[in-house]
């Protein structure tokens, strides 16, 4: 009875030993990983399609480049219910795209931090039908359920004009038009006046980069804390955002697990999604 006993006692100590050490690994990863997974991936400098499959296989919905994907793989892409979104860069024009030479002579300037990048013309009407015609036409026949609209700042930075104004709300109205989504990456001034012309029915939210952390340098992928200041206007025009009936997306540049837990806290008591990559390219590669 007693040899009995202790062979007893000696099984107990194993599992619940075994018990602890996978309820901390459990943690561990959690810590790295799953906590700040919140089921929506944004992977425009991903054009690898099994790549993509791999990275995003928890999220329910991605932001994908869709101009490098087949339909085959939109549809692959879209099964469970899952919904994708495509970039589209309505407010500058992109060295590699194969229309750049069409439209150079449409660049009004350098994009700072972006070298094969230029802020071009939106008020010009060719631009317009092209990108918001050819381009999101293109994309809504592969499949996809909305777009994530790139550089509305645009209309910031040149002096807010009405013209500049003018011709992304012409976009974005074409882009509507196709009954998908319609998601506003950044262009925070260019959605405040839709906002205040009570002109948002054309949008159906937001994507804010960089809420709770900026990047500091772009090619080494260095970032640091948001300022106090730029953090409190971003919540303040969030707020606005979200009472006006837009949903409400956050993309964040950080590897510090404060910063990330702030994140997390933030979105779930705002009702936010959210997501945070180690890198700027946004290529899916780990942290």
Same mark, same amino acid.
């Given at each position: 009875?007693?040899?009995?006993?202790?062979?007893?006692?000696?099984?107990?100590?194993?599992?619940?030993?075994? $018990?602890?050490?996978?309820?901390?690994?459990?943690? =561990?990863?959690?810590?790295?990983k !799953?906590?700040?997974? @919140?089921?929506?991936?944004?992977y425009?400098?991903?054009? @690898?399609?099994k %790549?993509?499959?791999?990275?995003?296989?928890?999220?329910?919905?991605?932001v994908?480049?869709?101009?490098?994907?087949?339909?085959?793989?939109?549809?692959k892409?879209?099964?469970?219910? =899952?919904?994708?979104?495509?970039?589209? @860069?309505v407010?500058?024009? +992109? %060295?590699?795209?194969?229309y750049?030479?069409?439209?150079?002579?449409?660049?009004?300037?350098?994009?700072?931090?972006?070298p094969?990048?230029y802020?071009?013309?939106?008020?010009?009407?060719?631009?317009?039908? /092209?990108?918001?015609?050819?381009?999101a036409? !293109?994309?809504?026949?592969?499949?996809?359920?909305?777009?994530?609209?790139?550089n509305c700042?645009?209309?910031?930075?040149?002096? +807010?004009?009405?013209a500049?104004?003018k011709g992304?709300l012409n976009?974005v109205?074409? $882009?509507?038009?196709?009954?998908? @989504?319609v998601?506003?990456n950044?262009g925070?001034?260019?959605v405040?006046r839709?906002?205040n012309d009570?002109?948002?029915?054309?949008i159906d939210?937001?994507?804010?980069?960089c809420?709770f952390?900026?990047?500091t340098?772009?090619?080494?992928?260095v970032?640091?804390s948001?300022?106090? +200041? +730029?953090?409190?206007?971003f919540?303040?025009y969030l707020?606005?955002v979200?009472?006006?009936?837009l949903?409400?997306?956050?993309l964040?540049y950080?590897? !510090?697990?404060s910063?990330?837990?702030k994140?997390?806290?933030?979105?779930?008591?705002?009702?936010? =999604? /959210?997501?945070?990559?180690?890198?700027?390219s946004?290529?899916?590669?780990?942290?």
């Amino acid at each position: 009875m007693k040899q009995i006993s202790k062979i007893g006692i000696s099984v107990l100590l194993i599992f619940l030993l075994t $018990l602890f050490s996978a309820e901390v690994i459990s943690v =561990r990863g959690q810590d790295t990983k !799953n906590s700040y997974d @919140d089921g929506y991936g944004v992977y425009i400098g991903l054009d @690898d399609y099994k %790549t993509l499959k791999k990275v995003s296989v928890k999220d329910d919905i991605i932001v994908i480049d869709g101009q490098s994907f087949t339909s085959g793989q939109i549809k692959k892409l879209k099964s469970g219910g =899952r919904r994708v979104y495509s970039y589209i @860069d309505v407010g500058s024009l +992109e %060295t590699y795209r194969p229309y750049y030479k069409k439209f150079k002579k449409l660049i009004l300037d350098s994009y700072e931090n972006w070298p094969d990048e230029y802020w071009i013309d939106v008020s010009d009407r060719s631009w317009q039908n /092209y990108i918001a015609g050819k381009i999101a036409g !293109n994309l809504v026949k592969k499949g996809v359920d909305g777009f994530f609209v790139d550089n509305c700042d645009v209309y910031y930075v040149y002096d +807010e004009s009405d013209a500049m104004y003018k011709g992304l709300l012409n976009i974005v109205k074409k $882009l509507d038009g196709y009954g998908g @989504d319609v998601i506003i990456n950044g262009g925070d001034v260019f959605v405040t006046r839709l906002i205040n012309d009570k002109k948002t029915d054309f949008i159906d939210g937001v994507n804010q980069e960089c809420v709770f952390s900026r990047i500091t340098d772009y090619e080494n992928d260095v970032f640091k804390s948001q300022t106090k +200041e +730029e953090k409190k206007y971003f919540k303040s025009y969030l707020s606005k955002v979200k009472k006006n009936g837009l949903d409400v997306y956050l993309l964040e540049y950080t590897r !510090n697990k404060s910063v990330k837990k702030k994140i997390k806290s933030y979105c779930s008591s705002n009702g936010f =999604r /959210y997501f945070i990559s180690g890198k700027v390219s946004l290529d899916g590669s780990a942290e």
